[in-house]
């Protein structure tokens, strides 16, 4: 069956019309903080794992704390792809638990930071320079997380 112009033309505005009307929560920025912030630590960890190598043979690194330091980065990887996977998902689904999730991870993740930012044996330049680059993304990604968050709380679904 042929629809008539008129008739598809009443259709289409009559579904543009209701489109507009659906309100979508999920933030935009916040999900293109998520998504650099996902190349941005797969480039750090690389990174890490390089200058830990660099450390390992170079310097008087002691086996133990290399050793420590290698195992917390394991543990930062794990914990920053929850992280970042729960955010993902919490954001684009409009879940309150997941991103909720996300943003109580970034404590962790923000510990490890600070560790290999100030805490290590030896921090060199770039270390420094990469772990404050990625405490700007958690800054920016719990601000903006937290103001997703409530527009999650506040919309009443019937």
């Not at 999730?101 to 290999?116: E, F, H, K, R």
Request: glycine share 4%; charged share 10%; proline share 3%.
């Amino acid at each position: 069956m042929r629809m008539k112009h008129s008739e598809y033309l009443t259709t289409t505005c009559f579904d543009i019309s209701l489109l507009n009307k659906i309100f979508q929560l999920s933030s935009m920025p916040l999900q293109v903080l998520f998504y650099l912030n996902s190349w941005y630590f797969a480039a750090f960890f690389i990174a890490e794992i390089l200058m830990f190598v660099y450390k390992g043979v170079l310097l008087p690194y002691p086996p133990s704390n290399l050793i420590l330091d290698i195992v917390l980065l394991l543990l930062y990887v794990g914990l920053e792809t929850l992280r970042l996977f729960y955010g993902w998902k919490g954001n684009l689904c409009e879940r309150f638990l997941t991103l909720s999730i996300s943003i109580c991870v970034l404590v962790p993740c923000t510990v490890l930071s600070v560790y290999y930012l100030l805490l290590q044996t030896f921090v060199l330049r770039l270390e420094f320079i990469l772990n404050a680059v990625l405490l700007c993304f958690y800054g920016l990604e719990l601000i903006l997380g937290l103001m997703t968050v409530s527009s999650f709380c506040r919309a009443s679904v019937y």
